[in-house]
């Protein structure tokens, strides 16, 4: 039945498979974001379409890591010198040549390392993103549907997906074509890939925040900006990494 609780009841079996299974490769990410984030780097996240929930759970969140930078394709108009209609084009993010402009906005630093998050690891600015990262020598983390990037065929010209790149995939336990509940006519509804990639996003915070703590070392953590002596605080962090966060509206 097609209903919140059968949405419910499905979704639970995924998030537990998630936490089950993907606690090695979780590691391993959240010692490559740790090293980075301790050697002065900037973490930078990137996900195109709903892929940006993603990007929006790791980046200034109350909980969250300070040193955070969201790579968006509104970038293009708010930072670069894109005509706003540009955003109005539905595949956007097929174009691998978008990649270089959002690069050269973000301004990485050497140290920082990359998270790049796609449901089918597939289209041209992921892919593109990917390979300017890892061949500028940035560490590359990916957050994609196995199964789903598996029965696709990459649309990079270079014939290779998000997972082919990355030093650690996170897989995100959604299904092919990504919604849970069947139709009887065919097709699904209810897609799973934005509820397992936020817990995906707080999970990899933890594992950081642990590592910092087996250091010795206090994590950089953003208070919420919405109790007493949160703007403070945060500003305080912030300020480390001038000209290297971008925070907007």
Known sequence: ???AQG???????VLDRLVERGSEALGRAADLIATSLRAGGVLQAFGAGHSEVFAAELVARAGGLVPTNRISLHDLVLHGDAARQVLADPKLER??????????LAAPQPQDVFVVASQSGINGSVVELAL???????????VTSVEHT????????????????ADVVLDNGAPYGDALLPLEGGGAVCAVSSVTSALLAQLLTAEV????HQAGEVPPIYLSANVPGGDEHNLALESRYAGRLR???
């Not at 300017?132 to 990916?142: C, E, K, M, Q, S």
């Not at 649309?155 to 998000?162: A, E, K, N």
């Open 1 to 3: 039945m097609i209903s």
């Open 7 to 13: 949405y419910a009841e499905a979704v639970r079996p």
């Open 132 to 142: 300017l990262a890892t061949g500028r020598g940035h560490p590359l983390i990916a």
């Open 247 to 249: 925070r907007t509206a």
């Open 150 to 165: 598996g029965r696709v065929a990459p649309r990079h010209p270079s014939g290779r997906r998000l997972v082919d790149l």
């Open 209 to 212: 925040v642990r590592r910092f």
């Open 95 to 104: 174009d691998p040549a978008v990649a270089h402009q959002l690069y050269a």
